[in-house]
């Protein structure tokens, strides 16, 4: 399944408009010889908010389920053949970048990644910086690692957490 993660900017900014430093193309080859971005596994989850209820001697109970909070994404891949070039397309390069940078800005307040799921487009999500419907995936971290040192080609194993802000105002 190919997969494209990318970063916008500005309002009415679309994939295909976008810098190749914004973007990443998962999947779309098999070799794993040359510097290349792989997803091995996609996790995509309802997070739901179980707060303690203030007054815990009623009848509730102690805990009350607050409905739903929040969606996660969670991405698992690797990059073959790990480089320390440069270069501004470097795919680790591009991951660092996205996980140093602001995670809004002020035409996206509810984030500014958006996913492109090839086989599973119901979980496309194309971030919308205008209107009342603002959305949009926030980058919340990348975990490297393992790096191994003994395989080759040399790979950076990754998992990234993204999640849908509902925001206050939502």
Known sequence: MTLTLYRVNTAGQSISSLDSNELIVFNDTT??????GFITGVEITNTTGIGNNQAAEQDLGDH???GSVEKLYVLTGFISLRTQAEDPTNLIN???KWDDEIKTNPNFIHGRMGIK???FEQYTLPPVGTGSDQFGLIWKSIKWGPL???VLPLRADFVITM???KG???
């Open 117 to 119: 799921m090839e086989d």
């Open 64 to 66: 009350q389920d607050l």
């Open 31 to 36: 070799d794993v010889n040359t510097h290349n």
């Open 168 to 170: 206050d105002d939502q």
């Open 163 to 165: 999640i849908i802000d």
């Open 148 to 150: 191994e040192f003994d």
């Open 94 to 96: 591009i991951m660092q």
